[in-house]
């Protein structure tokens, strides 16, 4: 609903020479100010000089509040006056840095009561930063107002600089810290951005802030100017809040709002701000960038419980702060939307922006706030309003409910192999993804960071599928800490310098000489490698853009491709599986390059490079290594397998591999089978389908090798039923006791759970909710499958065969499931919790149970474990081999383990080996055959 009209009154005053009507707006359903109020303010519109008096408050009430101190207006006007003294006649260049003090607050409002110019450094800037301000403006005047006490220098004796009449305050430039080029503010920009907020926010006497944001900040400044020109007060504090000692002293001193930036917000969630009592709290406000919407929703249904407003508004420095808000009202209902303009102001959209979508442009504002320009030297200063209103940089659009959405930014627009990437939104889709990550681009090479190892796959394949950017064309970075500007702000600055560094640490040297060559043999070229590909997945139809993941890589060809892949271009970085067969080949030469080489230095004596720059790790080309390290996910099933074996031909009695191989299939699934993003309708019918034709694949490439293998066992023993046989023991009724017939159930658990899997994942919807939710889905999913297994097992602890039917273990794979996305601090820590409530008692078998709890904590904690190098071929191979040997070693081991159980093992072994060898040969010549069938029909 449209806002009621504000009532506006005209008031007489009178001063020493001359007397004048002045109007007043007040908003609608607000109490009147008391006389002395009005009578405070004429002092802004009646002196000759270019004065500016903020305060708007009854010479009895507190103007600013600490813990140890209270300014009533009265005292603070005389102590303005005592300051505008100490700051020099004329009108001067100040420059004020400081915490949030009185003080700094007393200096501030003095400087514009005297008409000095003022510029209240960010927190931060000093040396060299501090050094080029000054050398630029050449300030009269420089004061120092924090913990440490008060200091005023006078640089310059009287005023030396002619400066516009209007000009009042200067401001760093939005998205900087210390940055040389400043805001102009007027006079006027000051005042009607804080009466408009006072407006907005409904401020009078009662109402007390307290300063969770530093005054160098706009956003922290127009706090303070609101709530003094409402006759408000301020509660002055550089505490954070995450210190409780912050929160009480905001209820003992009767706070009655913060603000906070998405970083503040961030920091609440780690403190217990939603179980505090704060009965004085009124509202919040959030600015300062974009903060998503479902935070929005729970902050906003958050104050409804406890009885406070969220305004989540929308802003610039050039605008002095404020251009537009949400009505707290809307903020369940419109969140994502920066709403309405802000009083007095007003929105427009200008379409015909390369790029954007239909119905997207530039967001332009006009209103008495918009600055007089920008600053870049002192004689800037004497320059008038030069803008009617302010492109914004942002592009915008406009809902159906009439409210404004802010959809990108024009400055975070990147092209990149002839596409245009806003990276605004690859941000927003990585979130949505349930990762936290930032972009920038360098010289059209975009750059992803997020916050841990675990997520590189994850976010390289989303923001592939997203953008249609090959993979070789971008980058992704873990880094531990995301930067921010002393602001809270993202610095993107320091991100993109840090980008400028990984690459430059990244790229080849080359040798000075041909001593210094490196020994290594030539990295394989791209063509090659699609042949490699091609022949270890079966994929003749590989191109060198795809990559394991387009192809259908899963568990099974995973290791060996690896380990083939280290062979020929040293150690893998994390998210290879992501990556296009193109980034790891050398590229072919070009013809300049060709020509350029010296044809007189023989072939043997050039340098050749060690191979591509961005597989990070590479083997040295020096000396030995003794220590290598394998994916933890191939280790454990390497020591799975081996324990299996071991266990059942009576060497050592150490049984729960097989549980643990469960969930690591669950992890393996959720990585190459469920993963990738998309956007829109058709992209996710497209996704939908890859997702099921691929899970399918999975439970065929287990399904008919061992239908295969147990039908002919049983065609030659007699030992197998057929429902053994086509891997759906567990569904005959009335089963009790192990028996033979029970050998394969990890084979039977894990076949169905794939096929259940596709079914659901068949669904219309299901896809998009999983991207969105990856996590929660997840974790939905595992608590399905246990409520499944408590209800089948009549208890935590189910009787055998029980606990080998898929009822009962389905639960495991959903559980290596949720390992595969947990890939942040608290998902690691909850889902490691969650393996200490649910895995203890499934087996009443402490040691079983301890085995499985410590392959998943490896498998949540760990990307990778130490091995040594002499054996990380054959944990490599024994790993592929798993399923092989798991499906041969029943008709292997029993006849041998009588007289000689390691000869039991060591045959097993063998034979699994054997039959893996010799099914890949037979799929890659059926692969071949069809390939040549093709194309003689062709």
Not at 376 to 392: I, K, N, W
Not at 425 to 453: K, N, P, Q, S, W
């Amino acid at each position: 609903m449209p806002r009621p009209r504000a009532s506006r009154i005209v008031a007489d005053f009178d001063d020493s020479d001359r007397s004048r009507k002045v109007s007043l707006t007040f908003p609608p359903n607000r109490r009147m100010r008391p006389p002395n109020r009005i009578r405070a303010m004429p002092m802004l519109l009646t002196r000759t000089e270019p004065a500016l008096d903020l305060l708007g408050g009854d010479p009895s009430a507190p103007a600013l509040v600490t813990p140890t101190s209270r300014v009533d207006y009265g005292e603070l006007r005389e102590r303005i006056d005592d300051r505008r003294s100490a700051l020099g006649g004329g009108r001067r260049l100040v420059f004020l840095s400081g915490a949030n003090t009185v003080e700094s607050v007393v200096t501030y409002l003095a400087a514009l009561a005297a008409g000095h110019p003022v510029l209240l450094l960010p927190s931060g800037v000093e040396g060299a930063a501090l050094d080029e301000l000054v050398a630029r403006y050449a300030p009269d005047v420089m004061v120092r107002a924090d913990a440490r006490g008060f200091e005023l220098t006078d640089v310059a004796a009287g005023a030396r600089h002619a400066f516009h009449p209007e000009l009042a305050l200067l401001a760093s430039t939005s998205g900087s810290t210390g940055s040389p080029k400043l805001v102009r503010l007027s006079r006027t920009n000051v005042t009607a951005n804080a009466r408009s907020i006072a407006d907005y926010l409904d401020l009078g006497p009662g109402d007390r802030a307290a300063t969770t944001l530093p005054l160098g900040y706009c956003y922290g400044l127009s706090v303070v100017n609101s709530h003094l020109v409402a006759g408000a007060s301020v509660l002055l504090t550089d505490r954070s809040v995450v210190e409780p000692a912050f929160w009480d002293e905001f209820a003992a001193l009767g706070a009655t709002s913060f603000a906070g930036v998405p970083y503040t917000y961030d920091l609440l969630e780690t403190t217990d701000f939603a179980s505090r009592d704060l009965p004085d709290l009124r509202y919040v406000t959030q600015a300062g960038g974009r903060l998503a919407p479902d935070r929005v929703r729970a902050l906003a249904r958050l104050g409804r419980r406890r009885g406070f407003d969220l305004y989540v508004m929308y802003g610039q420095t050039e605008a002095t702060a404020r251009m537009a808000y949400l009505p707290p009202e809307l903020a369940e209902t419109a969140a994502g939307a920066i709403g309405v303009p802000i009083p007095g102001g007003s929105l427009r959209i200008d379409e015909g922006v390369a790029g954007a979508a239909p119905g997207e442009g530039e967001l332009v504002y006009s209103g008495p706030n918009v600055m007089m320009g920008y600053a870049e030297t002192s004689a800037d200063l004497a320059r008038g309003p030069e803008l009617g209103e302010l492109r914004t940089g942002d592009l915008a659009r406009r809902r159906a409910d009439g409210l404004v959405e802010i959809t990108g930014r024009l400055s975070r627009f990147a092209k990149s192999f002839g596409l245009r990437l806003d990276l605004d939104r690859i941000e927003r889709m990585l979130a949505a993804d349930g990762i936290e990550a930032r972009t920038v681009a360098i010289d059209e090479r975009l750059a992803v960071f997020v916050r841990h190892d675990r997520s590189i796959e994850t976010a390289r394949a989303a923001v592939e599928h997203s953008t249609r950017l090959p993979a070789h064309a971008f980058d992704v970075h873990a880094i531990a800490e995301f930067p921010r500007t002393p602001n809270g702000k993202p610095d993107h600055a320091a991100l993109r310098a840090h980008t400028a560094l990984l690459r430059a640490t990244d790229a080849p040297v080359a040798p000075t000489s041909p001593a210094d060559a490196p020994s290594a043999p030539p990295a394989p070229s791209a063509a090659e490698l699609r042949d490699l590909y091609a022949e270890l997945l079966g994929r003749p139809d590989a191109t060198e853009d795809d990559s394991f993941a387009s192809l259908d890589g899963d568990s099974l060809n995973y290791v060996e491709l690896a380990l083939r892949l280290e062979e020929r271009i040293g150690a893998l970085p994390a998210d290879w599986p992501s990556r296009s067969i193109r980034s790891f080949g050398a590229p072919a030469p070009s013809v300049e390059a060709a020509a350029a080489v010296d044809t007189r230095v023989p072939p043997d004596d050039r340098a050749t490079p060690a191979g591509p720059s961005h597989a990070t790790g590479a083997a040295p080309t020096a000396g030995r290594r003794r220590i290598a390290r394998l994916e933890t996910s191939v280790v454990l099933r390497a020591v799975a397998i081996i324990l299996i074996v071991a266990t059942h031909a009576d060497v050592v009695q150490l049984k729960g591999g097989a549980h643990l191989l469960l969930a690591v299939a669950g992890f393996n699934l959720a990585r190459f089978r469920l993963s990738g993003s998309s956007a829109g309708a058709a992209d996710e019918r497209r996704e939908r389908r890859r997702r099921v034709r691929g899970l399918l694949r999975s439970a065929a490439l287990i399904a008919v090798p061992a239908v295969l293998w147990i039908g002919g066992v049983a065609l030659i023993a007699r030992a197998y039923d057929p429902a053994t046989v086509l891997l759906s023991n567990w569904l005959v009724p009335g089963t009790t006791g192990w028996s033979e017939q029970w050998q394969f159930w990890f084979l039977e658990a894990l076949v169905w759970s794939i096929v259940g899997l596709a079914a659901v994942f068949a669904v219309p919807g299901v896809t998009r909710l999983e991207r969105r939710f990856p996590y929660a889905f997840a974790l939905t999913v595992l608590g399905i499958a246990l409520a499944v297994r408590y209800a089948v097992s009549g208890g935590v602890t189910p009787a055998s065969p029980m606990r080998y039917a898929l009822p009962a273990i389905a639960w495991l794979i959903a559980l290596g499931w949720l390992v595969a996305r947990s890939t942040s601090v608290p998902r690691r820590v909850a889902t490691s919790a969650i393996v200490l409530v649910t895995v203890p008692g499934f087996f009443g078998d402490p040691v079983r149970e301890g085995i499985v709890a410590i392959g998943l904590g490896l498998l949540i904690w760990a990307t990778s474990l130490p091995v040594p190098v002499v054996l990380s071929g054959a944990l490599g191979t024994v790993a592929s081999a798993s399923m092989f040997v798991y499906l041969t070693h029943w008709q292997v081991y029993p006849p041998i383990e009588e007289w000689s159980p390691p000869l039991a093992i060591v045959a097993s072994f063998a034979v699994g080996l054997a039959a893996w060898w010799a099914w890949g040969r037979a799929t890659a010549w059926l692969a071949a055959a069809r390939r040549r069938a093709r194309t003689t029909t062709a």
